[in-house]
């Protein structure tokens, strides 16, 4: 069985005063003009993971205006355990809370209720862009496999922030740095193991034979990968880091890199249609291992996705969505995109009245 959303309900959520969607498992088509409030429902749903979301909002750019009266999301969620009732919200100025069954929670466990993927119209220049963008992405794959994976980045984040503080101010106190270096290359270990960990996994779900390009990925990456030279590194590097004002060693400078398995071209030497494809193609590894591994497909949520993509790959995508019984939001500006779902899926209309988002539900 698939963990899916059942009913999800958006208050004062961006362009949605209030809306309610009742789902039964089934894809999610949603179709509209831009600008009608289809991403805001994506966005949505992504909160029921940790994180900040498909846009990394902050909490108050969340909220609806002018009334900025806070927002809330509210869902059932079907698991094999049965049903679980997640409840996200904040107020104003106030950080994200989180109950799950009525009870508070750390947003980490949500990672352990919901596994979710998602491409965004912003990620289609990943490969073309700076590392900080591929970096997530990649983390956000290796999370899907190893929830602790957010824990060891943020203490690695912790110790080099405080260990570039000290850089900066030009303490010499050899103690505080290699206490410091010595979380740091604890956990940077860690966090280069579950990276590599990651990469073998979606090589070995990749599908040669699919219509979406096979993707060969590396870490390209001068860092050490193991505790004890990590450590070293960091202790020898510490003149040369001071000079700079901040550590210039460590999983934190590491690229992700793609090359297109057939051709032996680099991502970013491909057409935009070609990144596209290669973006899908690494989804759909990661959804085949995680459904492999956890007996149920994510939840998918791929915002404006049949851009750049000609009708066979269109069909071959939304074939591939239902062969995994993955629930997938999908967006796009008009419903003849979304022909080839047919009754497979639940497909809506989003629309505005007023200034507010609107939801009707459609038949094929």
Known sequence: MSVHVCHLTLSHFRSHQRTRIDLDGRPVVLSGLNGAGKTNILEAVSLLSPGRGLRRASTDEIARRPQAVGWKVRAEIATPDGPRQVETWAEPGGTRQLRIDEKAAPQIALGELAAMLWLTPAMDRLWLEGTEGRRRFLDRTVL?????HAAQSLGYEKAMRERNRLLREGVTDSGWFAALEAQMAQTGARISANRHHALAILARHADPDSPFPEAELSLDCTAPTDEDTLATALAEGRRRD??????????????LRAVWAAKGMDAAQCSTGEQKALLISIILSNARALASAQGGAPVLLLDEVAAHLDATRRAA?????????????LTGTGPELF?????????????EVDGLSQLKETTP
């Open 339 to 351: 022909d080839d779902m047919g009754p497979r899926a639940q497909h809506f209309t989003v629309f």
């Open 242 to 255: 001071m000079a700079a004002g901040r550590s210039l060693i460590g999983p934190h400078r590491a690229d």
């Open 144 to 148: 899907s496999f190893r929830p602790d």
């Open 317 to 329: 995508l939304y074939d591939a969505i239902c062969a995994l019984g993955a629930q997938a939001f």
